[in-house]
Structure formats: C-alpha cells, structure tokens
C-alpha cells in the first residue's frame, strides 16, 4: 500500500485545509487510517483516526475543528480542519495500519500563519 498525502499549504488563523490521503490497492477499506501532526521539535502525534467500520477518535485539541472521513471507493481518507490555529502548523502524515501491517505516508506541510 503506497499513501499519498495532499491539500496542504499556507492558511490564516482561523481559515480551513482539506487533506486528503490517497491509497493504492484494493484492501484499503480494511485498514484504520490516521492523521499524525509533527511540529518542529515534536514527536509526531494522533490528531484524528477512523475505523475501517468508521468509528472515529480525535485529539483533543482537534475536537469540534476536525473532521476525518473516508471514501473506499475512492481509497481516500479526508481530514477537514476547520478554525486553524498557530498551534496546528506541521507536517501532517497519514497512517495506514492493520494487524501486523504498518504503511506511512510522505507528509504534506500545512503552515498557519497571518
């Protein structure tokens, strides 16, 4: 499974970026897919995570201001950030896991800065 991230950039406080995390192969809508942030300095950490039943977990930070979806027919995962703040600058990667499987993305960089 290769993931490829995308939709990141340069935002406002208080503006909106959709992610989105595009998989190759079929088994995709087995896996639970997560969002990682890593900020200068920073280990990388959860920001938001959906089932493959479609269950989903948030950090807090994140609670109310993002939202994770998928579409398994299109093998994509979506992250909607909504009222960006200074603190959710990073680079953003997606996760693919299952069982014993473990795939990585490249990251995309969201910047938030007036």
């Known amino acids: 499974v290769q993931l490829v991230e995308s939709g990141g950039g340069l935002v406002q406080p208080g503006g909106s970026l959709r992610l989105s995390c595009a998989a190759s192969g079929s088994i995709f809508s087995a896996f639970t897919v997560g969002w990682y942030r890593q900020a200068p300095g920073s280990q990388r950490a959860l920001v938001a995570a959906?089932?493959?039943?479609?269950?989903?977990n948030y950090a807090d930070s994140v609670k109310g201001r993002f939202t994770i979806s998928r579409d398994n027919a299109k093998s994509t995962v979506y992250l909607q950030m909504n009222s960006l703040e200074i603190e959710d600058a990073g680079v953003y990667y997606c996760r693919a896991y299952a069982d014993l499987l473990n795939y990585w993305g490249q990251g995309t960089r969201v910047t938030v800065s007036s």
């Open positions: 959906i089932t493959r039943d479609g269950n989903t």
